[in-house]
T-cell receptor
Framework: DGGITQSPKYLFRKEGQNVTLSCEQN?????MYWYRQDPGQGLRLIYY???????QKGDIAEGYSVSREKKESFPLTVTSAQKNPTAFYLC???????????FGQGTRLTVV | AQSVTQLGSHVSVSEGALVLLRCNYS??????LFWYVQYPNQGLQLLLK??????LVKGINDFEAEFKKSETSFHLTKPSAHMSDAAEYFC????????????FGGGTRLMVKP
């Protein structure tokens, strides 16, 4: 089955540690995205990538980093510089930038 | 620049009643419009999309939405609510230009009372 796989579904980390969230897609989509979702705040764009080896900052990129070495993979690293990392993180992909996005099931990160 | 406003962060209806979730957009060029649904601790699932074909768009689970250019609206409706419709709903817009990405509204949480 084609789709987007995010792992793990739940992640706990100690404050000050970097953590990497995985996102893999087998839809052959060019564009991939990372969103952060907080209660009552909708989706906020962290980073996006239109093609391999290229990515752009979204609205809330500070404290996050990404890479796009392969078309299928777009991992997100939450660094210790992110002041409030506890949130629900959603990865998405789309054939092109302005078409509908397909979402993974999300990773809930809790920093203690 | 494109933007989306969803009126009402929470909407409550009785089972069997009409569901109406409001979405207004702004766009400098003809838009693409989308409605997504999110169940607790899940990703977003596409309900329906408008891409400049028919103005009345039918989606999954008997949802539909009507594109009204004069009102810059794309409201989501369902004739009869089911308990399973309780979820959060997001409207999104994309300008009809290559390179533009989706912009999401703040979401509306639909509650269905028995």
């Amino acid at each position: 089955d084609g789709g987007i796989t995010q792992s793990p579904k739940y992640l706990f980390r100690k404050e000050g540690q970097n953590v990497t969230l995985s996102c893999e897609q087998n839809l052959n989509h060019d564009a991939m995205y990372w969103y952060r979702q907080d209660p009552g705040q909708g989706l906020r764009l962290i980073y996006y990538s239109q093609i391999v080896n290229d990515f752009q900052k979204g609205d809330i990129a500070e404290g996050y980093s990404v890479s796009r070495e392969k078309k299928e993979s777009f991992p997100l690293t939450v660094t210790s510089a992110q002041k409030n990392p506890t949130a629900f993180y959603l990865c998405a992909s789309s054939p092109y930038m302005n078409t509908e996005a397909f979402f993974g099931q999300g990773t809930r990160l809790t920093v203690v | 620049a494109q933007s989306v406003t969803q009126l009402g962060s929470h909407v409550s209806v009785s089972e069997g009643a009409l569901v109406l979730l409001r979405c207004n957009y702004s766009s400098s060029v003809p838009p693409y419009l989308f409605w997504y649904v999110q169940y607790p601790n899940q990703g977003l699932q596409l309900l329906l999309k408008y891409t400049s074909a028919a103005t009345l768009v039918k989606g999954i689970n008997d949802f539909e939405a009507e594109f009204k250019k004069s009102e810059t609206s794309f409201h989501l409706t369902k004739p009869s609510a089911h308990m399973s419709d309780a979820a959060e709903y997001f409207c999104a817009v994309s300008e009809n230009n290559a390179g533009n990405m989706l912009t999401f509204g703040g979401g509306t949480r639909l509650m269905v009372k028995p």
